[in-house]
């Protein structure tokens, strides 16, 4: 069983930054990568930022390339996604989740992901 919970979401201007952060728990997280999913209103959800553990690697989707960027921290278990260029298409939900370790990295099937945070909202106002 894996726990994860994100934090720092908010309202920011076009062209500014956030950070969020998500802790993750449990004997066997580290068995599992560190997605970040968003989910705008109306649409359906999609990664934008998938991380591992092990060695750190990462995958960014192509609208986020460049502007975000995930980095994690295996004694803290924590994963952050640093945003920056903020655009008001950019506005989510954002769910940090566990990518079974068995599925390819940067999957964008949901059912790849098997434990979720609560999600944070994110708003980017014109």
């Known amino acids: 069983q894996v726990q994860v919970a994100e934090s720092g979401g908010g309202l920011v201007q076009a062209g500014g930054s956030l950070r969020l952060s998500c802790r993750a728990s449990?004997?066997?997280?580290?068995?599992?990568?560190m997605g970040w999913i968003r989910q705008a209103p109306g649409k359906e959800r999609e990664l934008v930022a998938d991380?591992?553990?092990?060695?750190?690697?990462?995958h960014y989707a192509d609208s986020v390339k460049g502007r975000f960027a995930v980095s994690g921290d295996n004694v803290d278990t924590t994963v952050w996604l640093q945003m920056n260029s903020l655009k008001p298409e950019d506005t989510a939900v954002y769910y940090c989740?566990?990518?079974?370790?068995?599925?390819?990295?940067?999957?964008?099937?949901?059912?790849?992901?098997?434990?979720w945070g609560q999600g944070t909202q994110v708003t980017v106002s014109s």
């Open positions: 989740a566990a990518r079974r370790i068995d599925r390819v990295m940067g999957s964008p099937f949901m059912d790849d992901y098997e434990y």
């Open positions: 449990g004997d066997t997280f580290s068995t599992y990568g």
């Open positions: 991380y591992s553990w092990s060695g750190g690697r990462t």
